[in-house]
């Protein structure tokens, strides 16, 4: 098992110094050094690590600080938005993914981006209706069905509007399509949204219909051999569900990222789906 999974998710405490300090570069690669750091900071003492930990606390207030400034000023001028990807653990990062409506809404708002991104505190990541959906390999979102489902939250006292859990798990599968690998952040994400309440049955609707059930699967099995939660959406494909349970078993032995099989990139790029009478029969 990856050591950087074992520290984070599993409480394993390392003492071995270069071990520990080594493992800072691939947290950050991973996007986890806040909460790697603060993790290794409640067991070991080290200067280093004490050092990188205030680096990127002092960081994360800065990130926080430009993001609430951002939404305020959105929200200030009237202009509708929806916080799209939102980490859901301790980060600190200069990305904002931001979905809008309409072009006409996107470019209303393309100065204010601009603006922001000038100061350097975040970068803006807008998406729109129209002219860039959210995408990953051949797979694209509509908008306005995202829109549809939205809700709202609160992030620092601000109310916002965010993508409903299931759209949220949804994305993260999406982003890992973008990227080809699995970013320990998004593998992260995930597994918390699915520890709060969301609706099994509408999750594998979707996941069916946006043609993600492969990568689906694929990550709830890496979850299971990392020891981390069952699967709760089965792929009704015997063959091809054992094939990917393989893949995944295989890949829970790499390190973080973790690269996609090939054949689940390809079943993405088919738009593999399940037919309709299967896919409402996925559950355990």
């Given at each position: 098992?990856?050591?950087?999974?074992?520290?984070?998710?599993?409480?394993?405490?390392?003492?071995?110094?270069?071990?520990?300090?080594?493992?800072?570069?691939?947290?950050?690669?991973?996007?986890?050094?806040?909460?790697?750091?603060?993790?290794?900071?409640?067991?070991?003492?080290?200067?280093?690590?004490s050092s990188k930990l205030e680096t990127w606390e002092r960081n994360k207030r800065r990130y926080d600080l430009g993001f609430l400034k951002l939404l305020q000023r959105l929200i200030s001028d009237d202009i509708e938005f929806t916080l799209v990807k939102?980490?859901?653990?301790?980060?600190?990062?200069?990305?904002?993914?931001?979905?809008?409506?309409?072009?006409?809404?996107?470019?209303?708002?393309?100065?204010?981006?601009?603006?922001?991104?000038?100061?350097?505190?975040?970068?803006?990541?807008?998406?729109?209706?129209?002219?860039?959906?959210?995408?990953?390999?051949?797979?694209?979102?509509?908008?306005?069905?995202?829109?549809?489902?939205r809700q709202k939250k609160s992030f620092n006292g601000t109310e916002v509007y965010v993508p409903s859990i299931e759209d949220q798990i949804i994305l993260f599968h999406l982003h890992m399509l973008k990227h080809r690998e699995i970013f320990l952040g998004d593998f992260i994400s995930i597994l918390h949204l699915y520890n709060t309440n969301h609706n099994s049955v509408l999750l594998s609707r979707l996941a069916n219909k946006y043609s993600l059930s492969p990568i689906f699967h694929f990550v709830s099995y890496l979850f299971h051999y990392l020891?981390?939660?069952?699967?709760?959406?089965?792929?009704?494909?015997?063959?091809?569900?054992?094939?990917?349970k393989f893949l995944a078993c295989k890949k829970s032995q790499e390190l973080f990222p973790v690269r996609l099989p090939k054949v689940i990139l390809g079943l993405s790029v088919l738009h593999f789906r399940l037919r309709e009478e299967c896919a409402s029969s996925q559950f355990y």
């Open positions: 098992m990856d050591k950087l999974v074992a520290i984070i998710l599993h409480d394993s405490k390392a003492t071995d110094k270069e071990l520990l300090r080594d493992l800072v570069n691939r947290a950050e690669e991973n996007r986890v050094p806040l909460i790697y750091l603060r993790t290794v900071s409640r067991f070991y003492s080290d200067p280093y690590i939102q980490a859901l653990y301790p980060r600190a990062s200069y990305d904002a993914d931001l979905l809008f409506r309409t072009t006409e809404e996107f470019e209303r708002v393309y100065p204010i981006l601009q603006e922001t991104a000038r100061l350097g505190l975040i970068r803006p990541d807008p998406h729109a209706g129209g002219i860039r959906h959210m995408r990953g390999c051949t797979i694209e979102i509509p908008t306005e069905e995202l829109w549809s489902r020891k981390l939660r069952e699967p709760e959406i089965k792929l009704n494909m015997p063959a091809l569900s054992q094939f990917i």
